[in-house]
């Protein structure tokens, strides 16, 4: 009963307001400590339940992470690539002549010999001995033709013979690969010969092969020793041969060989592939 009356005078009336917010103040402590076990299992499973979270996004961004890495690199590679077309593209322009752009698809692993297999063959009208380069300069020439393939030997090779010219003055010489990816000799250059280093050697036209002026290489070594008639002169290919992914197949719009014999038809009378006279 006394419940009830305080009960509807404090409804009625206010008046056990302060009696009321006193009582609440004193049992606070014992509210906050029975809940207590309640409050820290919420805690504690939220803490958990907040690190699962936390290591599934950390998962999910490092997947997504990788993704994107990759994507990069691809994004390089494409970039990379279109950049050596476009320097292909315009390296065709500067020829003037017909062209084919073909891609490299494997490199022979003999060390006696430097050819690669480049994806074009005679399905795309390549022929035996037709000349390839890259945006810098030449790199070789096909010596085997396949339907879908066909093989190029490269400037390098040791039995590769290419009659070139000094830019700078037009004296002929003939470039000899000597087995090395980076160099090339010059035999038969007489001591008081009139060149360089730097000089630029560039196919000459003769031999029949080539179309003249294509860069070849730069002179980067010349001992001359008294006593002996040739001096040792050493150049650097101009084409990058040891990373060229794609290459170009070159058709002369003005053939030089018109006036030589057909292989085809007379092949005893036609000097091996790769070597060539001046």
């Not at 400590?33 to 950390?58: H, K, V, Y």
């Not at 033709?145 to 290419?162: K, Q």
């Not at 294509?214 to 006593?227: D, F, M, N």
């Amino acid at each position: 009963m006394v419940s009830l009356a305080l009960m509807i005078i404090d409804h009625r009336e206010h008046h056990l307001e302060s009696v009321r917010a006193a009582v609440s103040t004193l049992t606070y402590p014992l509210q906050y400590i029975a809940s207590l076990p309640l409050s820290a299992g919420d805690a504690i499973s939220e803490i958990f339940s907040s690190r699962t979270r936390l290591q599934d996004e950390n998962r999910n961004l490092k997947r997504e992470n990788l993704l994107l890495q990759v994507h990069q690199q691809k994004m390089n590679a494409l970039e990379a690539e279109n950049m050596r077309l476009r320097n292909l593209l315009e390296s065709s322009f500067k020829i003037g002549d017909r062209v084919l752009i073909a891609e490299l698809m494997a490199v022979d692993m003999d060390p006696y010999r430097q050819q690669v297999l480049i994806n074009k063959g005679s399905n795309s009208g390549v022929f035996k001995g037709q000349p390839v380069l890259d945006a810098n300069g030449v790199m070789g020439q096909v010596v085997h033709v396949n339907r879908f393939t066909s093989s190029v030997l490269i400037v390098t090779d040791t039995s590769h013979a290419l009659p070139v010219q000094i830019n700078r003055n037009g004296l002929r010489a003939i470039a000899m690969g000597t087995g090395r990816i980076n160099k090339l000799t010059l035999p038969n250059l007489p001591n008081n010969a009139d060149i360089r280093e730097g000089d630029l050697l560039v196919t000459s036209g003769l031999g029949g092969r080539f179309p003249p002026g294509y860069p070849v290489a730069k002179v980067t070594s010349i001992v001359r020793e008294p006593g002996l008639p040739f001096a040792n002169v050493q150049a650097r290919p101009s084409a990058h041969l040891e990373r060229a992914r794609e290459v170009l197949l070159v058709w002369m719009l003005k053939p030089l060989n018109d006036s030589l014999p057909d292989e085809s038809e007379n092949p005893d009378q036609t000097a091996p592939a790769g070597k060539v006279s001046q």
